[in-house]
């Protein structure tokens, strides 16, 4: 079935250490993004593309880099994880023009945990 | 005050009720997404609205444009319901890029 598919789906990682998301989607869809979701905050956009090759800063871009060196891969990374970046993280990808083939799809998240 | 508001923002139900779930936004969209996250789950858009009413086996929603409102409805509910169901909105617009503003969300309980 055709969707969006994240790596890994749990993760704990000690303070200082860097890590990469993975978010794959098969939909050929333009855009990409990376949300965080906390308690009682809601879902904040961190980074998006809108293209292979690019990338834009969202609400919460601190700390976090992100790359899409291929249509379909959207990486978002954790260069030095601090305990405020524990979260459950959500990719998604959406079409240019809504309406056509797949809309806006969302991955199954990653709960990150850093101690 | 927030772009996208939702209400009721708790809810309880006894199974075989019929619940509504209002979202109402302030800005120009392009559509509405009714989305359900079960608890420790990932998140599923239910339906992409732009206009009118959809259906989709107990789930009902409609939009009203003009009134920048939009009603989810769950017929006969039971208790696999249980969810929270969030209103995003996409605005209009090439340099949107499809970012979604989201409604704080409606934590539904549905009791057996």
């Known amino acids: 079935n055709a969707g969006v598919t994240q790596t890994p789906k749990f993760r704990v990682l000690k303070t200082g250490q860097s890590?990469?998301?993975?978010?794959?989607?098969?939909?050929?869809?333009e855009y990409m993004y990376w949300y965080r979701q906390d308690p009682g905050m809601g879902l904040r956009l961190i980074h998006y593309s809108v293209g292979e090759g690019?990338?834009?800063k969202g609400e919460v871009p601190d700390g976090y880099n992100v790359s899409r060196l291929k249509k379909q891969n959207f990486?978002?990374?954790?260069?030095?994880?601090?305990?405020?970046q524990t979260s459950v993280y959500f990719c998604a990808s959406s079409p240019r023009f809504e309406g056509l083939g797949y809309g806006y799809t969302f991955g199954s998240g990653t709960r990150l945990t850093v101690v | 005050k927030n772009e996208v508001e939702q209400s009721p923002q708790?809810?309880?139900?006894?199974?075989?009720?019929?619940?509504?779930?209002n979202c109402s936004y302030s800005v120009g969209i392009s559509a509405l997404h009714w989305l359900q996250q079960h608890p420790g789950g990932g998140i599923?858009?239910?339906?992409?609205?732009?206009?009118?009413?959809?259906?989709?086996?107990?789930?009902?929603?409609?939009?009203?444009?003009?009134?920048?409102?939009?009603?989810l409805h769950i017929t006969a509910s039971h208790p696999?319901?249980?969810?929270?169901?969030?209103?995003?909105?996409?605005?209009?617009?090439?340099?949107?890029?499809?970012?979604?503003?989201?409604?704080?969300?409606?934590?539904?309980t549905v009791h057996p």
Do not use: W
Request: net charge positive.
């Open chain 2, 80 to 108: 696999r319901d249980s969810a929270v169901y969030i209103c995003a909105v996409r605005r209009p617009g090439g340099t949107s890029y499809g970012k979604l503003t989201f409604g704080q969300g409606t934590i539904l």
């Open chain 2, 10 to 21: 708790n809810l309880t139900a006894q199974e075989g009720e019929f619940i509504t779930i």
């Open chain 1, 75 to 84: 990486l978002l990374g954790l260069e030095s994880a601090a305990p405020s």
């Open chain 2, 44 to 71: 599923v858009s239910l339906f992409m609205l732009s206009s009118g009413k959809k259906k989709h086996g107990r789930l009902i929603a409609t939009i009203n444009i003009q009134e920048k409102h939009s009603s």
């Open chain 1, 19 to 29: 890590m990469t998301l993975l978010c794959a989607q098969d939909m050929n869809h």
């Open chain 1, 54 to 56: 690019t990338t834009a």
